[in-house]
């Protein structure tokens, strides 16, 4: 079985905007809708498991995605997130299944990179799709001098999805609680520190990071919605106010 594991319970702080980024509506649609789409015609992906907040599910049920499993509460960090939703896997799921893990805020992932990830997994206990660096890379140790040059052959930009294994990887994670995994931000890095075999396979730039505001006119601009702001400076507005009449609170 083949699971994607969906995180979209970041707030959305470094966009300055109210609503949590993942559900800005782009084109009439949030931008989580773009990747669950992908998951769900995809015949690899068996289920979703998506890491959101409760006031937020109903949104993403309307979408109709038939592949979701079911929903799991996000953590203090991504990498708590993670765990949160390994663990609800677990549920349906057995060791050597397969998780695929991806940002909700990266709406235009293909079947290609996640095809790549699904293959290479077959004969390693994971895979992280990478771009090379293009530019010359410095070293600071201060961020204010130059510590040193390193090789850009030898350093790349890590991206989603990543692939893993699920038995190996969920022991890699829980053998860092409870503090370790405070500190952990890159969802390889457990992989990495408990000695398991990662492939890398090839990124895309097209799948970016949906972070700043530039991030989101970018990603606005390429699905044809370049005149227009409003539905992005102020999305599902019918939706927020159901959920305020219900006394709740969105997260800031």
Request: net charge negative; aromatic share 6%; glycine share 8%.
């Amino acid at each position: 079985m083949n699971i994607a594991l969906v995180l979209a319970g970041g707030v959305g702080s470094r966009i300055g905007l109210q609503t949590p980024k993942q559900y800005l509506k782009v084109n009439g649609r949030p931008v989580i809708a773009w990747c669950l789409e992908v998951f769900e015609r995809m015949t690899e992906i068996d289920a979703i498991q998506i890491v959101a907040e409760k006031m937020w599910q109903p949104l993403i049920e309307e979408l109709g995605i038939k592949k979701i499993k079911g929903f799991s509460e996000p953590g203090s960090n991504r990498q708590l997130s993670i765990l949160h939703g390994l663990e609800d896997i677990y549920s349906y799921a057995q060791d050597r299944d397969v998780v695929v893990i991806h940002d909700a805020v990266r709406p235009l992932v293909t079947e290609k990179q996640i095809l790549s990830c699904l293959n290479a997994v077959k004969e390693y206990d994971g895979a992280v799709p990478v771009l090379p660096m293009k530019d010359t890379v410095y070293l600071s140790q201060d961020g204010r001098r130059i510590s040193s040059r390193l090789d850009r052959s030898c350093v790349y930009a890590g991206q989603a999805p990543e692939g893993f294994v699920l038995g190996p990887y969920y022991k890699a994670n829980i053998c860092l609680m409870p503090d370790r995994l405070l500190e952990i931000y890159g969802s390889a890095e457990p992989a990495v520190m408990a000695g398991l075999n990662l492939a890398l396979v090839d990124g895309d730039e097209r799948n970016f990071k949906i972070t700043t505001r530039d991030d989101l006119e970018r990603f606005r601009l390429i699905v044809g919605r370049s005149s227009k702001r409003d539905e992005a400076d102020a999305p599902c507005e019918r939706n927020m106010e159901e959920y305020e009449d219900k006394g709740m609170r969105i997260r800031k």
